[in-house]
């Protein structure tokens, strides 16, 4: 008799959800996490002033180039947060010749649910078609209609502020009042609709509470105070993480079983049943091996994690890796791509400021092959969008009153233009595993190989001639461009694909469910998951993808299939 009904790899964003959803189902579930367990009163750091924390929460250069090679470079690194993110000293990978992947994660219960920019746009038949359209990649096995019920779900209970802007790429939603744009913002949005007929800004879709519901109450969370703290945890629960909703559902049916420091080293396979079994496991502190069983294992340990766990499963039976006759375990690997942001100073609001600080920001979604595909490039890029006043910086320069009255100053406001592109999929863009190298814990390190291609330079470049053109002609000043520059993979930290859903078995890892051809009673639902990129932040997708796959998972148990 297995241990559990179910074993879910991974408790963030997606790995909550499961739990979640199957617990409420009555299943008996056993979440295992690598990281340690995360205490808010110790581990969030909402509360706490820059000065209450040593070097006004710098890490030290020395620490930073010690410990943290790679995940000092990500925008959210600080004194005050660098436990929430992994120690590359520690959890080393290797990067192909000729190549460099910037792998940003956090091993902890929660994973980056805790430290996510919280945006969530759902994808639209634009994008599900896409791939059957320019021949890249192959078609979705699922449409809008297939998802839809599910992101009206998983909104409803996150928790998503936004409007229903009626925009045929990006689909209306169950949304919580929207945060108001700031007037720098409001310009902007006024200057487009005045210059453009097929763009428009809008207020960015974010999951963080602008007013509470009686069931987010009763998980003990409460509405955003607009602090823009998000990233150090928040003591309010009021932005969507598996701490503050999802785990906290599933713990609540007395069906979650929470295992932290738990690695999950590979997925036990019985090849006469063609099914798994359970997983084998590493404590994190002792290093000492144990085996759980399970009737379904979900795996939702990231798209990079994820595949060098099946890819760690092989055995003389299956000798390229579980779940992988098809070859495309590792495959596929993608990620978002920026490096194209014009910026520019909106005039004629120096005596404007805000009150609080929105925990989103503007969007001007994709315009470009939208409707038609009418671009020499594939696909297209949609613009994050950053409005501001710059700080009173006091150290303005001068002496006496004149010191004293330029300090007193805020800066001018500003807006800045950020392209989002879509990566294409690419099967020689992939992860493997080191037959060389292992980390302390005996687990081959996994090997990352992936190139930004053509397509996503003239993504960039397009974006770039866009993103002028759009704070020219509104007549803004002191416009500057950057350098065109793709960003290197991983950077966006939005890696998926490397299992990707089809519907052909010989050409993908998993159907329609999640559900891996090869092994039934395997099923992914995180990054490794997808398809194709699309443009938009995919967080929101894999939640309803993870809800849309559990409830079918659990239909299959109660009727004795699995």
Known sequence: MADFDVIVVGSGMSGGWVAK????????????????????????????DPWDK?????????????????????????ESTKHLWVKDSDHPYETAEGTDYEWYRGYHVGGRSLLWARMSYRFSDHDFNANKVDGVGVDWPIRYADLKPWYDKVEKFAGVSGNNDDLGQLP???????????????????????????????AGRVANLSRTTPEQEAL?????????????????????????????AARQTGNLTLKPDSIVHSVIYDPKAKRATGVRVIDRLTKEMRIYTAKVVFL??????????LLQSANE?????????????????????????????????DDRYVYGRYPGQGYIPRYRNYPDYDQDYKRGFAFQVYTGRGSWTGNRLGVGEQFKADNRKPGPWTVTLDAYAEVLPNPNNRITLSTTQKD?????????????????????????????????????????????????????IHEMGTARMGR???????????????????????????????????????????????????????????
């Open 21 to 48: 959803e199957m617990c409420e189902r009555g299943m008996k579930t056993l979440v295992l996490e690598r990281g340690k367990d995360i205490d808010p009163a110790e581990d969030y750091s909402d509360m706490l």
């Open 54 to 78: 040593k070097f006004l929460d710098r890490v030290s250069p020395d620490e930073a180039a010690r410990d943290y090679a790679r995940q000092k470079d990500v925008y959210v690194f600080f």
């Open 172 to 202: 209306n939603g169950v949304f919580l009042p929207p945060f108001e744009l700031d007037c720098a913002a409001k310009e902007l949005q006024a200057k487009i609709a005045e210059n453009f007929d097929d763009r428009q800004l809008i």
């Open 220 to 248: 003990g969370r409460g509405p955003c105070q607009a602090r823009y703290h998000c990233f150090r945890g928040c003591s309010y629960g009021a932005y969507f993480s598996s701490n503050s909703a999802t785990l906290p």
């Open 300 to 309: 939702n340990a990231s798209a990079i994690n994820t595949a060098a766990i």
């Open 317 to 349: 039976d299956i000798p390229n890796g579980l779940a992988n006759s098809s070859d495309q375990v590792g495959r596929n690997l993608m990620d978002h791509v920026a490096g194209a942001r014009a910026s520019a100073i909106v005039d004629g609001l």
């Open 440 to 492: 302390k814990w005996g687990i081959p390190l996994p090997v990352m190989d992936a190139r930004m291609g053509p397509n996503e330079w003239a993504l960039l470049r397009a974006a770039s001639k866009d993103a002028e053109d759009i704070l020219t002609k509104g007549g803004f000043s002191n416009i500057s461009m950057s350098e065109v520059q793709p960003t290197k993979p991983g950077n966006r």
């Open 504 to 562: 052909d078995p010989k050409t993908s890892v998993l159907n329609k469910w999640n559900q891996a051809w090869d092994v039934e009673n395997i099923f992914i639902t995180d990054g490794a998951a997808m398809t194709s990129s699309a443009i938009q932040n995919p967080s929101i997708t894999y939640m309803a993808l993870s809800a849309r796959a559990a409830h079918h998972a659990a239909d299959l148990i109660e009727q004795g299939v699995l």
